[in-house]
């Protein structure tokens, strides 16, 4: 049978006292013992005496500290090498000659792999960016290639080539306008890629290859327009090449936008590779929202300002390229022509009166082919490769025409330029001179200086584009991303804990901004809680569009699954009277020591009320949590005792022992608990208070002594408050419980009281740590409630933890690791929580366990046998004896036995 817990009854304290650690044999686990100073044990036996001496050993011969070692099985090589910054020399010592041996083994085994890949499985695969990119490089570069290393025969392929980049370019523009252009408000005022910057240079860019199209296809005629470009190097010919320029602009276009996904590629492969090394801790569909939000992680402001910059230097590059051969002296470019007038005069004048004979055009003629054969010295071919003198006269023996036919049938038409003297009509007679040269040396001279420039240009924009924007990205766009991407960070997951890169103080206004945001994001963390989780996620959101001006905290609230502790600080209005101004530092040394602890072992702070601190260990929103079992339940009458306890029964409510892994969340909610009593008599701070006399009670040294309590369940987790001040907590009666919990164990006389809903959760190590204290009614409830503890001893010193000298690992890493990696077996290897322990024996476990059973059953006066024992055995705990067996014991005499 049970009886109703009476929230006004309080136990009155028993006699405090202090116990020195026990001396245990290390274990094998993450942290192991070695005792600097101890004391000598007291035997086990069934002797009270003995118990109590043990107990009451004087506090000066405690142990004072304990070594802690890590387990090198429970960390990686790579954690203990970077744990607090240290590295393990010996360990690189000790593996390197087996890592080299095994790289080299992997290398060979690799380059194999990559062997039979090319021989049985190698495929050749592009994009269309890289395809585009290698037809842009062609549209630059193939005309002069063309010239330069290939003969005439090859034109009509390089014509197909030509033809086709021309083909693909206009269905690139096609596609862009109607891809990437916006029509809706009209032909006038489209928005996207059509009448764009980049538009109208892709247009420009068509447009120049026609003339590279015409050369080939039109021959001769073309050839005119290109002859002149070779060695006269006229302003025209230069202001075509500059036309011509304009292709960079794609290819500068192009190799961004191949940058950019070829960098996402990379990124995609590294973490597939991640994800096939088997890492568990990585969750696909985060992995999936991470590459989603990294690929629009640029900020707006950095897309327009980067495109601005590259805009600035195409247009600077282009008037540069078009006004420096304006400015520049380029010569007359008539050579040619001049030879060919002035043979002509001489021609008009030869074969009459004192020239009759032509010697003065033959000596012209002679004098000028032997200034070709010194010209062509420095060429590889002849220059002049025909002469044509009309009419034809004076003496037959002089041959002055001639024409190197053979070498003209191996040139291209652009090649040949053929010169003609103005005509002169005397007596009915046409004079005429007719020059013809082989422009082959000079036209791959310029072929060459194209490719020069051309690859100059591409440097020129690539680089400046770069360094300008490398320089607004390091002073204004990297911090502006920073700061974006802490604000969507934390917007996306506001409880976890990031590690931003510590920021060096500057002068510049953008990194104290962004400083500051830090600081903001840390505080809204730090001020909100696990509860304001939503409140923060919503109003700083930015991403996707959903961004306001509005602050909106009052946010709906949504039913969530948690364990929940409460913990209280006993005798705190005792403290506040005597400590005055200096209770917020006892209060925020002991805030510090609970919330270490249990964010150590997985829980979070949602309030802090002075002296009572509200910790949650969150499972989960309702609406993922049924996933795990369908909606419609059967339950068995026990399950709805069990699990609709203190509660109104709702067909929809999740049975949370179906949840997987929530035992071990369990476990360490408990730990997290046991392990705050362990740190509260271990830290130097909090202990000092023992001797403080103004805190002495009834003549008696300060013990500072808190209580738990655990329970289980679901509840509104939201904002509480107005515009004016909101708080993020949970309501709901399974919170009311933990609350009711913690008051319940002082009536006890024990430090942690939990619930059944908490109890089944735990595994069955965790189980078998605790005992069930009685079957109880609550305000609010009229179904029987069984409810448990965990037997502790508050009152007693631990040991100090230190690292072995000569290993730089920090403390904290070792604990969090040892956290992390939890299994059920450290119950029976903690030293810690062996020590807390220490005096519920098997013994006395059995001696109450037969004594509740009969207390339970009806049979009181077995049960008052049993109990006593129980109390007896227990003698030497804080309360001086055995708090549920007195709490029973006394309930029991007022109902006369």
Request: hydrophobic share 40%; charged share 25%.
């Amino acid at each position: 049978m049970g009886h109703p817990v009476n929230d006004e009854f309080e136990l009155k304290r028993g006699n405090e006292s202090s116990s020195p650690r026990v001396d245990t044999k290390h274990c094998s686990f993450a942290l192991y013992v070695d005792d600097e100073a101890s004391t000598p044990d007291g035997s086990d036996t069934n002797s009270v005496r003995k118990r109590q001496d043990l107990i009451e050993e004087d506090e000066d011969v405690a142990i004072k500290s304990r070594t802690v070692y890590i387990d090198q099985g429970l960390m990686s090589p790579e954690q203990l090498m970077q744990a607090n910054g240290g590295r393990r020399r010996t360990l690189e010592r000790l593996m390197t000659g087996q890592l080299v041996k095994v790289e080299s083994e992997r290398n060979v085994d690799r380059y194999k792999e990559n062997s039979r890949w090319l021989l049985d499985k190698a495929r050749i695969s592009i994009s269309y960016d890289d395809f585009m990119l290698a037809v842009t490089v062609f549209s630059l570069f193939g005309d002069d290639m063309r010239m330069l290393f290939f003969s005439p025969s090859s034109d009509a392929g390089f014509l197909v080539l030509f033809g086709s980049a021309f083909v693909l370019f206009v269905i690139e523009i096609i596609l862009n306008c109607w891809v990437k252009t916006d029509y809706s408000r009209g032909l006038m005022q489209v928005k996207g890629y059509l009448f764009s910057f980049f538009f109208w240079l892709d247009l420009l860019a068509l447009i120049s290859m026609i003339p590279d199209v015409g050369r080939i296809w039109n021959g001769p005629i073309a050839a005119q327009l290109h002859q002149r470009s070779g060695r006269a190097g006229k302003i025209g010919a230069k202001a075509a090449r500059v036309v011509r320029m304009v292709r960079l602009v794609r290819l500068v276009k192009l190799y961004k936008i191949t940058s950019q996904r070829k960098r996402e590629k990379q990124l995609l492969e590294d973490l597939q590779y991640v994800l096939d090394s088997g890492d568990d801790g990585i969750d696909r569909d985060e992995l999936q929202e991470y590459l989603k939000r990294d690929q629009t992680r640029q900020s707006k402001v950095g897309a327009q300002l980067s495109d601005i910059i590259t805009r600035r230097v195409i247009i600077a590059v282009l008037l540069m390229l078009c006004v420096v051969p304006l400015l520049s002296f380029t010569g007359n470019g008539h050579d040619e022509n001049n030879s060919a007038e002035f043979l002509q005069a001489i021609n008009v004048e030869s074969g009459y009166g004192i020239d009759a004979d032509c010697d003065y055009l033959i000596s012209a003629t002679n004098s000028y082919m032997n200034f070709m054969e010194d010209l062509e010295g420095d060429m590889k071919e002849e220059f002049l490769i025909g002469y044509q003198v009309t009419p034809t006269r004076c003496s037959s023996e002089v041959e002055l025409d001639f024409m190197n036919t053979e070498l003209m049938k191996k040139l291209r038409d652009e090649f040949i330029e053929t010169v003609h003297s103005p005509l002169a009509i005397i007596d009915g007679q046409e004079f005429q001179v007719t020059l013809t040269f082989n422009l082959t040396s000079f036209i791959e001279e310029g072929c060459k200086e194209r490719i020069y420039l051309t690859i100059f240009v591409i440097f020129m924009l690539l680089t400046l584009s770069m360094q300008f924007t490398n320089d607004a990205e390091k002073l204004v766009l990297g911090p502006i991303d920073i700061m974006m991407d802490m604000v969507n960070t934390v917007a996306h997951d506001p409880l976890s804990e990031y590690e931003y890169d510590t920021l060096p103080s500057s002068q510049y206004e953008t990194m104290q901004v962004q400083v500051a945001i830090q600081k903001i994001t840390t505080l809204l963390r730090v001020g909100f809680g696990i509860a304001g989780a939503e409140i923060i996620s919503t109003n700083m959101c930015v991403e996707g569009g959903r961004s306001t001006s509005v602050l909106d905290p009052m946010i709906p609230g949504k039913r969530v699954y948690a364990i929940f502790g409460f913990c209280d600080i006993h005798n705190f209005d005792h403290c506040t009277g005597k400590l005055e101004d200096e209770i917020m530092t006892f209060v925020n040394k002991v805030a510090e020591i609970v919330h270490e602890e249990v964010t150590r072992w997985g829980g979070l702070c949602n309030k802090n009320l002075g002296n009572a601190f509200l910790m949650v260990w969150r499972i989960g929103d309702e609406k993922h949590l049924n996933q795990f079992h369908s909606k419609r339940r059967r339950r068995s009458n026990k399950q709805f005792k069990s699990l609709t306890a203190y509660s109104e029964y709702k067909p929809e409510s999740v049975d949370l022992r179906r949840i997987p892994g929530l035992d071990v969340l369990s476990d360490k909610a408990l730990i997290g608990f046991l392990k705050v009593i362990v740190a509260l008599n271990r830290d130097p701070q909090i202990l000092s208070y023992r001797r403080d006399e103004r805190l002495a009670l009834d003549g008696e040294p300060f013990k500072l002594r808190m209580g738990f309590g655990l329970h289980a369940g679901w509840a509104i987790e939201g904002a509480v408050g107005s515009l004016q001040k909101v708080d993020a907590t949970y309501l709901s009666p399974h919170v009311n419980m933990a609350a009711r919990m913690e008051a319940a164990s002082r009536q006890f006389g024990v430090s942690v009281l939990m619930t059944q809903n908490f109890y089944e959760l735990m595994s069955a190590r965790a189980q078998a740590s605790c005992r069930k204290l009685d079957v109880v009614t609550v305000k609010g409830s009229a179904i029987p409630m069984p409810i448990y503890s965990t037997d502790v001893l508050q009152n007693q010193y631990f040991p100090s933890l230190h690292t072995p000298k000569g290993i730089e690992l920090d403390l904290s890493t070792v604990l969090e690791q040892r956290a992390n990696d939890y299994s059920p077996t450290l119950w029976d290897e903690d030293e810690d929580l062996i020590q807390l322990r220490k005096l519920a024996d098997q013994m006395f476990m059995t001696e109450f366990n037969k004594g509740i059973e009969a207390y339970l059953s009806g049979d009181w006066r077995t049960a008052r046998v049993h109990l006593d024992k129980a109390d007896d055995l227990m003698a030497g705990s804080d309360f001086g004896g055995d708090g549920p067996s007195k709490t029973i014991l006394d309930y029991m005499k007022s109902k006369d036995w």
